[in-house]
């Protein structure tokens, strides 16, 4: 059902959500920095989807282009032939799908495909037509902040106040979207952490989320096994702390997130981010 949401719980509510989403992250690609390689057959991709969903994911975000730190760009007919089938797949088992894609063609196939939420991490940047697809077919948009792409983007890692930066950049791609013709109500915002930011950048944005939520629209938070929570957890050798072990580390930064009021997290592990939300819940109802 294009542009439609059949999950109860996924659309936006900028006030704070009773019960934040967690978005599972499916990558079919060979080359992403966690699990690049995995999920690249059909049926593995199809298979985890299933099986995030039965975990508790309320979305899974099919990407088919890494977007690490130095990777190299696909062409959208690689990246189409990836996520597509996928998509489809998932979305007749009545899974919700958002598309992780900077492209707008493929934006367009995979919402074609049952998609019902555009998560991209150029936050409408890398290709001016994103906003046409999203007016036209009702999708909901996630604007991550960006400023290029992943061969150089760390380069562009210099701000004079990052939270201030980050928020200001972030409302002149709302302002762009809204006059574009992009619904109010269909955006989501995502600080964009590991995107042109350092370790240090990504500890100010994590301990200033609420300043993003005070912004009126549902945040997206993404720290899942990324770099700067490997470093914070270096060995005595100074060797970081390897990807497949970042999973508590990114489950404590997922309750902070909810607990500054975001819409959603973006993990790899989603049965444990569904224990530690249902934790997080019961302290709450208990207050």
């Not at 099986?51 to 990246?79: F, H, K, N, Y």
């Not at 945040?219 to 072990?245: C, H, I, M, N, Q």
Request: proline residues 5%.
């Amino acid at each position: 059902m294009p542009g439609g949401l059949p999950h109860r719980g996924i659309a936006p509510e900028p006030a704070g959500p009773a019960r934040p989403v967690i978005m599972g992250v499916l990558n079919v690609t060979p080359d992403s920095f966690s699990d690049g390689g995995r999920y690249l057959d059909f049926d593995d991709a199809v298979s985890h989807g299933e099986q995030m969903g039965a975990e508790g994911a309320d979305l899974i975000d099919v990407g088919g282009e890494s977007t690490r730190p130095g990777a190299e760009r696909v062409d959208a007919a690689t990246e189409i032939a990836r996520v597509v089938d996928v998509v489809a797949a998932l979305s007749e088992r009545s899974l919700a799908v958002s598309i992780d894609t900077t492209r707008a063609a493929v934006a367009a196939a995979a919402i074609d495909a049952g998609a019902s939420v555009v998560n991209d991490v150029s936050g409408g940047l890398a290709d001016p037509d994103m906003s046409r697809v999203v007016a036209d077919t009702g999708a909901l948009w996630v604007l991550m902040h960006w400023r290029g792409h992943s061969s150089d983007m760390q380069r562009l890692a210099r701000y004079e106040n990052v939270v201030a930066d980050v928020k200001a950049e972030l409302e002149d791609r709302v302002e762009a979207a809204l006059d574009s013709g992009v619904d109010r109500s269909k955006l989501i915002l995502d600080p964009g952490l590991g995107f042109a930011k350092s370790a240090e950048h990504n500890w100010r944005l994590s301990a200033h989320l609420d300043e993003f939520v005070a912004l009126g629209y549902p945040v997206l938070f993404g720290s899942s096994r990324k770099s700067y929570l490997g470093g914070l957890l270096e060995d005595a050798s100074g060797k970081p702390r390897p990807v497949g072990r970042r999973e508590a580390a990114t489950l404590a930064t997922s309750v902070l997130a909810f607990e500054a009021g975001v819409w959603g997290v973006r993990v790899h592990d989603v049965a444990g981010t569904a224990d530690a939300r249902a934790v997080w819940l019961a302290t709450r109802r208990a207050r």
